[in-house]
């Protein structure tokens, strides 16, 4: 007799903080119009690839992606939603490292949040959730992050977690990045 997966076992669960509920993103208007207004703020775009603002057809580029990393790697970035309003306010979640300078296999963890939440923790929050998710969970042996050395609040929420910088390395567009890592703890 086979045994059913419980709700622990289940991927695609949402995980949920105080605060916060964390989801897989879905490709729906939804979904899109909560992604767009995060992502065409020029403060929320300054540290991340270009700096470039997304525009409609990026952002659904982007949604549409993630989406498919979800069903390929059965894990994947989560949208926040707000436990109070209901409403997305960002993503935090983890998908295969697509940055130059790490191990074939690493995962990434990131988050992004709309402007009007930052300060409030909610990033520290979210992400503690996913990062023990990712090790208890996922199996993952470590996990990486990738940020620009001016992004102060982003190297802020991967110090909460425990994360050590590894390297100073350049980013596919030739502009400075550093790579943070943090080892499953039993390997640390
Ligand atoms: C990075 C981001 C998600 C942080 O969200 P947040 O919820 O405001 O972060 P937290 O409140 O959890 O803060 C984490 C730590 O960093 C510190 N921090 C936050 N903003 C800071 C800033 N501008 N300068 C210095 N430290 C900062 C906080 O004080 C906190 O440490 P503390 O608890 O010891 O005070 C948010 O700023 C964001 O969405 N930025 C744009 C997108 C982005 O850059 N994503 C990351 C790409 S690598």
Redesign the pocket.
């Known amino acids: 007799m086979s045994a059913s997966a419980s709700p622990a076992d289940d991927p695609r669960a949402p995980l949920e903080t105080e605060r916060l509920l964390l989801r897989p993103w879905r490709d729906d208007a939804a979904d899109l119009d909560a992604y767009l207004r ?1 992502s065409s703020d020029p ?6 690839a270009d700096g470039r603002v997304l525009d409609r057809d990026r952002a659904a580029e982007q949604l549409t992606r993630f989406v498919e990393h979800w069903e390929r790697h059965g894990y994947g970035l989560r949208a926040a939603v707000e436990r109070d309003s209901g409403e997305v306010v ?1 993503f ?1 979640g983890v998908m295969r490292a697509g940055q130059p300078g790490v191990r074939p296999g690493d995962v990434e963890i ?6 009007d ?11 503690r959730v996913v990062r023990d998710h990712a090790f208890t969970q996922l199996r993952l042996a470590r996990l990486v ?4 050395p001016a ?10 977690l425990g994360m050590r910088l590894e390297k100073e390395t350049l980013c596919s567009y030739g502009l400075p990045m550093r790579i943070y890592v943090l080892d499953h703890p039993r390997a640390r």
């Open positions: 995060i403060d929320v775009m300054r540290h991340i960002g935090v990131g988050w992004r949040l709309a402007r939440r930052w300060g409030r923790g909610y990033a520290t929050e979210g992400a992050a990738f940020v620009r992004n102060d609040a982003s190297i802020g929420v991967m110090r909460k």
